[in-house]
């Protein structure tokens, strides 16, 4: 991806705490539980948006 393009953006709601998704997207061991269990060395770099709407 080229910096002048846009950003892909992924927007999914879940029926669980942020804590829970939190660590799910970022903790290593979570991941590989819950994604996928070939993850050599993960850095998460995450930028997370939360809005409520009325």
Same mark, same amino acid.
């Given at each position: 991806?080229?910096?002048?393009?846009?950003?892909?953006?992924?927007?999914?709601? &879940? %029926?669980?705490?942020? +804590?829970?998704?939190? =660590?799910?997207i970022t903790d290593v061991?979570?991941?590989?539980?819950?994604? &996928? %269990?070939?993850?050599? +060395?993960?850095?998460? =770099?995450?930028?997370?948006?939360?809005?409520?709407?009325?």
């Amino acid at each position: 991806m080229k910096i002048s393009e846009p950003p892909i953006i992924v927007e999914q709601k &879940f %029926d669980l705490s942020i +804590d829970v998704i939190w =660590k799910s997207i970022t903790d290593v061991h979570e991941m590989k539980q819950c994604i &996928f %269990d070939n993850i050599p +060395d993960f850095k998460a =770099k995450v930028v997370l948006m939360v809005g409520i709407i009325l």
